[in-house]
Structures are given as structure tokens and as C-alpha cells.
């Protein structure tokens, strides 16, 4: 009897929700996200900076904008936390060409980067955290 009648709710509850409804909501959110992360969190004005980004295996540069940091990362090693100094970018993963990889190559203010790992947080917006290479020839 209990199974009938949460079946029954649940027939009802889907019914009363207008599947084109729900979907051009959820459409909207990830538009204004997209609209966020380029005009306000990655603002090349105010918070971003220039970034060259050789993908791994391309012969190409594209230039992109994003938040540097160097800033550091918590780490966990068995039942112990420690605190890593390791640079970071964040991005906006809807500009990008490419899927960022391990071993592409970003060079921020004149110094050369590799891709160590990456988080993308669901929304958009990736971080990126580097292994210093060196100073580019200018």
C-alpha cells in the first residue's frame, strides 16, 4: 500500500512540472554562469591577466585570460595534511579551445608553465595548478 501511494505522489509531482519548463530554467542558470565567469570572475579589466596556452602536441598559441596565483594547496598524505606552494590559474573552460591536459604549456608574465592537475568545478570555471619551467626569452 505505502509503494502505491509514493508512486502515485510522485506520478503527480512529475506530472505538475513541465519538462520544457524545468529545462529552459536550468538553460538560463548555466547562460548567466557563463556570463559570470567571463564579465565578472575572469574580468581581464580588473582580475585577469594575459596567458599564452601551447596545448600539448599543437604547434599553436592561443592567448587566453585568466586569475594567476600563487598561492597554495592543501595536500593529504595518508591520515596527514600538509600545505603544498604550487601556482595556480583559474580559467574560464568555455573560452577554451581545447580540453586543458597534463603537460600543456602556459606562460604567464614571461614565465613558462606546465599543467600538473586540473579541477573544474562543475560550473565552468577550471583551476589549474603548475610546475614552474623557467623564463622565457623575451
Known amino acids: 500500500m505505502t509503494q502505491n501511494i509514493n508512486l502515485s505522489l510522485i506520478q503527480r509531482t512529475a506530472s505538475a512540472f513541465n519538462i520544457e519548463v524545468v529545462h529552459n530554467i536550468v538553460?538560463?542558470?548555466?547562460?548567466?554562469?557563463?556570463n559570470d565567469l567571463s564579465g565578472v570572475f575572469i574580468n581581464q579589466v580588473e582580475f585577469a591577466i594575459?596567458?599564452?596556452?601551447?596545448h600539448y602536441g599543437n604547434?599553436?598559441?592561443?592567448?587566453?585570460?585568466?586569475?594567476?596565483?600563487?598561492?597554495?594547496?592543501d595536500e593529504k598524505l595518508g591520515m596527514s595534511d600538509f600545505v603544498v606552494v604550487q601556482p595556480k590559474v583559474t580559467m574560464d573552460r568555455y573560452s577554451l579551445e581545447q580540453q586543458p591536459r597534463k603537460g600543456d604549456i602556459l606562460t604567464i608574465k614571461?614565465?613558462?608553465?606546465?599543467?600538473?592537475?586540473?579541477?573544474?568545478?562543475?560550473?565552468?570555471?577550471?583551476?589549474?595548478?603548475?610546475i614552474r619551467k623557467g623564463k622565457t626569452i623575451n
Not at 27 to 34: A, E, G, L, P, T
Not at 59 to 73: C, L, P, V, W
Open 27 to 34: 538553460s538560463n542558470f548555466h547562460k548567466q554562469i557563463r
Open 50 to 54: 594575459p596567458i599564452q596556452y601551447l
Open 59 to 73: 604547434k599553436k598559441t592561443n592567448n587566453y585570460y585568466g586569475i594567476f596565483d600563487d598561492m597554495s594547496k
Open 110 to 130: 614571461g614565465i613558462k608553465y606546465s599543467i600538473d592537475t586540473i579541477e573544474d568545478d562543475g560550473t565552468g570555471e577550471t583551476t589549474i595548478f603548475l
